[in-house]
T-cell receptor, first 112, second 115 residues
Framework: DQQVKQNSPSLRVQEGRISILNCDYT??????FLWYKKYPAEGPTFLIS?????DKNEDGRFTVFLNKSAKHLSLHIVPSQPGDSAVYFC???????????FGQGTRLTINP | EAQVTQNPRYLITVTGKKLTVTCSQN?????MSWYRQDPGLGLRQIYY???????DKGDVPEGYKVSRKEKRNFPLILESPSPNQTSLYFC??????????????FGPGTRLTVL
């Protein structure tokens, strides 16, 4: 039972354009959402998060949008840069639980 | 430098030969956790620990053991590894506020192959 789903295994975007990564969740008890970025041979690193009391959180080129009614969140990267090429994991937590539930990941490739 | 370290980074072993993957953090974090990453499944939690001598099962604990005798260390033990435990393993630790929204920091990963 995959509670957090990233339905696009891969995404290719031209440098300078917008990258949009999507994530859906099924558990309505989730109230905190995160995006992690992972380069090959490294562990995931925290990128940005959003609480369910918000619908948008911005940090530089990265913006996360949350649509609670649709149980959907997205990560926007503008403008995309070659260094953004990585695997991006969506994760969720909630109801005081200490663990994170991860999606399958999306491999983003930025073409120069 | 604040970090989570894992050893070894790469390991090839044979079925049934006991092994331990070590994890250590230098951030004085109370919470530590082990995940495995498999294609198409993302990261799944194996075990976690809220503090010294306090451990609990995650989503996929079968075939694994852990211990937490010191705050900084959280080893993962495979008593009798099997090929279905071939995976990429990550250790993580989390801030000391106790809030579940604290950021988790991940180690570099251990790639395990069981033949």
């Amino acid at each position: 039972d995959q509670q957090v789903k990233q339905n696009s295994p891969s995404l290719r975007v031209q440098e300078g354009r917008i990258s949009i990564l999507n994530c859906d969740y099924t558990n309505s008890m989730f109230d905190y959402f995160l995006w992690y970025k992972k380069y090959p041979a490294e562990g995931p690193t925290f990128l940005i998060s959003i609480s369910s009391i918000k619908d948008k959180n911005e940090d530089g080129r990265f913006t996360v949008f949350l649509n609670k009614s649709a149980k959907h969140l997205s990560l926007h990267i503008v403008p995309s840069q070659p260094g953004d090429s990585a695997v991006y994991f969506c994760a969720a937590s909630g109801w005081g639980a200490q663990k994170l539930v991860f999606g399958q990941g999306t491999r983003l490739t930025i073409n120069p | 430098e604040a970090q989570v370290t894992q050893n070894p980074r790469y390991l090839i072993t044979v079925t049934g030969k006991k092994l331990t993957v070590t994890c250590s953090q230098n951030m004085n974090h109370e919470y530590m956790s082990w995940y495995r990453q498999d294609p198409g499944l993302g990261l799944r939690q194996i075990y976690y620990s809220m503090n010294v001598e306090v451990t609990d099962k995650g989503d996929v604990p079968e075939g694994y053991k852990v211990s937490r005798k010191e705050k900084r260390n959280f080893p993962l033990i495979l008593e009798s590894p099997s090929p279905n435990q071939t995976s990429l393993y990550f250790c993580a630790s989390k801030g000391t506020s106790g809030r579940y929204t604290d950021t988790q920091y991940f180690g570099p990963g251990t790639r395990l192959t069981v033949l």
